[in-house]
Nanobody, 121 residues
Framework: QVQLVESGAVTVQAEGSLTISCAPSGPVYAVTHMGWYRQPPGREREPVVDIGSDESADFADAVKGRFSCSRDNAKNTISLQMNSLKPEDAGVYYC???????????????WGQGTPVTVSS
């Protein structure tokens, strides 16, 4: 089995920047789409970005122009760079990856444990 391991909880002031990352804990055969969702306090989980293996990224309107995303296909890692953070960006950020394992090449979506992001005003 493989797990997605995210970086730890972070706190940043409004208008600040931070980067969070995610990587699989074990061997993988292939990784297609990766991305991030977030869940603000008291709200449903919402998509933030999806990035394909060609590194083309599709961002939610709420973060376009402020967030960027990159992946390292050699290490199968993904990073989310967040700039000009607003209080409404606070929440738990979950990474995901569509992974095929060496012993089972069927693609399956795996999720990280969540990274709490606090934005202080």
């Amino acid at each position: 089995q493989v797990q997605l391991v995210e970086s730890g909880a972070v706190t940043v002031q409004a208008e600040g920047s931070l980067t969070i990352s995610c990587a699989p804990s074990g061997p993988v055969y292939a990784v297609t789409h990766m991305g991030w969702y977030r869940q603000p306090p008291g709200r449903e989980r919402e998509p933030v970005v999806d990035i394909g293996s060609d590194e083309s990224a599709d961002f939610a309107d709420a973060v376009k122009g402020r967030f960027s995303c990159s992946r390292d296909n050699a290490k199968n890692t993904i990073s989310l760079q967040m700039n000009s953070l607003k209080p409404e960006d606070a929440g738990v950020y979950y990474c995901y990856a569509d992974i095929a394992l060496p012993w089972n090449t069927e693609l399956k979506r795996y999720w990280g444990q969540g990274t709490p992001v606090t934005v202080s005003s």
